[in-house]
């Protein structure tokens, strides 16, 4: 068990529709990170968060929108969905800040969307 | 753009050989992490390394990290069906807030 807890687990919603994923970070964990994996992409960056604010955003959709809120959990929205948003979304916490002193980084066990 | 590539992909092995698994770029890294994932889970961190020439050990498994900082491998003595998962590895370039990811290595081992 990592410390990082997501919610949905599974999810299964259709084309056009709009969808949260929640995640809660470790405890005295101020960064979260969210990741998308897809099979023929692998795991790819979305966004960071540090302590609230937004530090670094990777390849994330327009219609991809991510927030940290005050008590550090993160909810990622997903609207106007596609077929080929289909993928398992990860949100990870980072042991440090900012700037993580090594870049480890602890998982949640992920959301699994299917768009029909 | 920054490239964490990893060979072999996908990798099928009896119990009891060994192997080993690489990562390259072309960037510096100021850290790189091996994961390893097993299906429907998340990646569980197995290693950092930050120095360059850094040689760690976790029982079987032996992890090094290019004199350069560009490249890492990862050995495995006496592969085990257990070992069985995808292993990534993940790097943080210097002057970089993100951890990007490798495809991953594909392992099978078999009984």
């Known amino acids: 068990d990592s410390g990082v807890t997501q919610t949905p687990k599974h999810l299964i919603t259709a084309t056009g529709q709009r969808v949260t994923l929640r995640c809660s970070p470790r405890?005295?964990?101020?960064?979260v990170y969210w990741y998308q994996q897809s099979l023929d992409q692998g795991l790819q960056f979305l966004i960071q968060y540090y302590n609230g604010e937004e530090r670094a955003k990777g390849n994330i959709l327009e219609r991809f929108s991510a927030q940290q809120f005050p008590d550090l959990h993160s909810e990622l929205n997903l609207s106007s969905l596609e077929l080929g948003d289909s993928a398992l979304y990860f949100c990870?916490?980072?042991?440090?800040?900012?700037?993580?002193?090594?870049?480890?980084?602890?998982f949640g066990e992920g959301s699994r969307l299917t768009v029909l | 753009t920054q490239l964490l590539e990893q060979s072999p992909q996908f990798l099928s092995i009896q119990e009891g050989e060994n192997l080993t698994v690489y990562c390259n770029s072309s960037s510096v890294f100021s850290s790189l992490q091996w994961y390893r994932q097993e299906p429907g889970e998340g990646p569980v961190l197995l290693v950092t390394?930050?120095?360059?020439?850094e040689v760690k050990k976790l029982k079987r498994l032996t992890f090094q990290f290019g004199d350069a900082r560009k490249d890492s491998s990862l050995h495995i003595t006496a592969a085990q069906p257990g070992d069985t998962g995808l292993y990534l590895c993940a790097g943080l370039y210097t002057g970089g807030f993100k951890t990007i990811f490798g495809a991953g290595t594909r392992l099978f081992v078999k009984a």
């Open positions: 405890s005295g964990d101020l960064s």
């Open positions: 990870a916490s980072s042991p440090r800040g900012n700037r993580p002193n090594t870049g480890e980084l602890f």
């Open positions: 390394v930050v120095t360059g020439g």
